[in-house]
């Protein structure tokens, strides 16, 4: 969906040439985001605005769908591409209506076709549109005005959308949140997004794809588990911080990793019997769950063979449990904070459906080091 092509801009001082970006060749499928990661200065943000003009590329070719942009009228190009930045940008003297309805009625939407678009919108950014869309600017916070700059970002749908540190102003606990909403909604609408930013966090959160740059070159475009587990040169290893394999945790869900054949029983089972079930799988541990399929407690191999009674009886009790939709980061900071070495994993209603132990992540993280140097 977006091409670049040796994209290259060189800006000229009174003393010297700078080279803000040098010969930028990038491809982006659609429904990726690409994260544009580095420090102050490297190229990243001058890289995206060449893909809308907002600065003009010295040379090369940004190609949007197959289609060169060279020739496009600027004007034109830019309402195809939904575009979101740090200081969001809304109009203070429009509400949030009409701030949504601005490209729309460029394009030559009618009022009510404009305004059935902001409402849809603003609920798909958790907004409710009868509080919202008569207010102004002013009278959001700063949360609420990022939502309204990406809902006014897809107002006339675009395939494209550029995003300059769009959460960048808005404080942690917020900014997990909104990154999060975005996420569900991306997977919904399916945008083709160069996002910049300079936090590896996010990067690694948002990203399909990491393009990090130094100096104005582009160093490595990758995936992010890519860039974590295998940076290409020592550099890339610095920025991206010496904990970066526990930051790979992030990029795997637990329903991918859990042994979802881990042995369990009901609290009223035989105790007998299931510790017969025990020995036959070989498995070190077994989940007792209540009538609901909850997990509640559990019961060892290792404990002394008991003579009768029920699992229940016989069981200790469960600390925690993880999501199956939760990532790997996640549960291991609940192994460490329960000082547990596994999991019972759950679906959304609570049922027992699996385990995850310190081992098997262990594992998954060593795999890759392994294959890299055979």
Known sequence: MIKLEQLTKVFNTPTRQVVAADHINMEVATGEICVLLGPSGCGKTTTLKMVNRIIAPTSG??????????????????????????????????????????VPRLLGWDINRSRRRAAELLEMTALDPATFLKRYPKELSGGQQQRVGVARALAADPPVMLMDEPFGAIDPINRASIQDEFLKLQKKLQ?????????????VKMGSK????????????????????????????????????????????????????????????????????????????LVVTNPAGQPEGFVTAASPEPRGGTCREHS??????????????????????????????????GRFVGTLDQRTVTHMLGKTYAQAKA
């Open 61 to 102: 070719r940004v190609l949007i769908d197959g289609q060169d942009t060279t020739d496009m009228p600027t004007v034109e190009l830019r309402r195809k591409i939904g575009y979101v930045i740090q200081q969001v940008g809304l109009f203070p003297n429009m509400t949030i209506e009409e701030n949504i309805c601005v």
């Open 191 to 203: 945008k083709t997004i160069l996002f910049v930013s300079h936090d590896i966090d996010e990067a």
């Open 210 to 285: 990491i393009a990090i740059f130094s100096a104005g070159k582009l160093e490595q475009f990758d995936t992010p588990d890519n860039v974590l587990a295998h940076p290409a040169q020592p550099f890339i290893a610095d920025f991206v911080g010496a904990d970066r394999t526990l930051k790979r945790l992030g990029l795997v869900r637990v329903s991918e990793l859990m042994a979802s054949a881990a042995p369990s029983a009901k609290g009223e089972t035989d105790i007998v019997y299931a510790k017969a079930m025990m020995r036959e799988s070989g498995a070190a541990y």
């Open 316 to 349: 200790t009790e469960l600390t925690a449990c993880v999501l199956i939709t939760a990532d790997l980061r996640a549960a291991v900071s609940k192994m460490f904070e329960n000082n547990v070495e596994w999991l019972a994993c759950v679906d959304e209603d």
